[in-house]
């Protein structure tokens, strides 16, 4: 069963979030040198998590037209870690990015989600050999984030300053264990 999620107020400490501060836990993680934080996916928003919670940076300064756009290079990374609240490293985060909390939209939503948790992507140029690379080395899709779920009106209209990745979706990939769990989560690819 997918799960959907889209910035809303007010922001939260633990669970779903995004932009401001990263959890506590993931500080002082080596790729918080280069990148800088975006989002939390919540601990248990699908079995593959573990009771976990998975992070989501992107390589500070980075714009569409840089050239760590191929998998596995990417500028996008995620970081699978215990659940943590949020911390108070500000300078950590995404730059122009509002903290909010991520929520289940109502179902007569008009803006689509921001974050898709499924077992399939949706493709915005529906060009299923962009995922070949990832697959081929055995991981399968887990989330996505659209950059059509960006509010664009009323009191989140100004969540993002600029976007992130060319007015996009940016789609996740993993291996499960034996237990089902993914250990490690990849950016395959970028799809606009």
Same mark, same amino acid.
């Given at each position: 069963?997918?799960?959907?999620?889209s910035p809303a107020?007010?922001?939260c400490e633990n669970g779903?979030r995004?932009g401001g501060?990263?959890?506590t836990?993931?500080?002082t993680?080596?790729l918080?040198?280069s990148?800088?934080?975006v989002?939390t996916?919540?601990a248990g928003?699908?079995?593959? =998590?573990?009771?976990?919670?998975v992070?989501?940076v992107?390589?500070?300064?980075?714009?569409?037209?840089?050239?760590?756009?191929v998998?596995?290079?990417?500028a996008?990374?995620?970081?699978?870690h215990d659940?943590?609240?949020r %911390?108070?490293?500000d300078d950590l985060?995404w730059?122009?990015?509002?903290? =909010?909390s991520?929520v289940?939209?109502?179902?007569?939503a008009? =803006?689509?989600?921001?974050?898709?948790?499924d077992?399939a992507?949706?493709?915005?140029q529906?060009?299923?050999a962009y995922?070949?690379?990832v697959?081929?080395?055995?991981?399968?899709f887990?989330?996505q984030?659209d950059?059509?779920g960006w509010?664009?009106s009323?009191?989140?209209?100004d969540?993002v300053?600029?976007?992130?990745? %060319?007015y996009?979706?940016?789609?996740?990939?993993?291996?499960?264990?034996?237990?089902? =769990?993914?250990h490690?989560?990849?950016?395959?690819?970028i799809?606009?």
């Amino acid at each position: 069963m997918p799960v959907f999620l889209s910035p809303a107020l007010p922001d939260c400490e633990n669970g779903a979030r995004l932009g401001g501060a990263p959890p506590t836990v993931i500080e002082t993680h080596p790729l918080l040198e280069s990148h800088r934080y975006v989002l939390t996916l919540a601990a248990g928003c699908a079995s593959w =998590t573990g009771g976990r919670e998975v992070s989501v940076v992107l390589r500070a300064g980075f714009s569409i037209e840089d050239e760590d756009l191929v998998y596995p290079e990417l500028a996008m990374r995620a970081i699978v870690h215990d659940p943590s609240p949020r %911390g108070v490293r500000d300078d950590l985060g995404w730059p122009g990015l509002r903290a =909010t909390s991520l929520v289940e939209p109502p179902a007569a939503a008009s =803006t689509p989600p921001l974050v898709r948790v499924d077992d399939a992507p949706v493709l915005i140029q529906g060009e299923l050999a962009y995922s070949d690379a990832v697959r081929a080395d055995g991981h399968r899709f887990l989330f996505q984030i659209d950059e059509e779920g960006w509010p664009a009106s009323g009191e989140l209209g100004d969540i993002v300053e600029e976007y992130l990745w %060319g007015y996009g979706s940016v789609y996740f990939y993993g291996t499960p264990g034996v237990d089902g =769990t993914v250990h490690g989560v990849v950016a395959g690819f970028i799809d606009f």
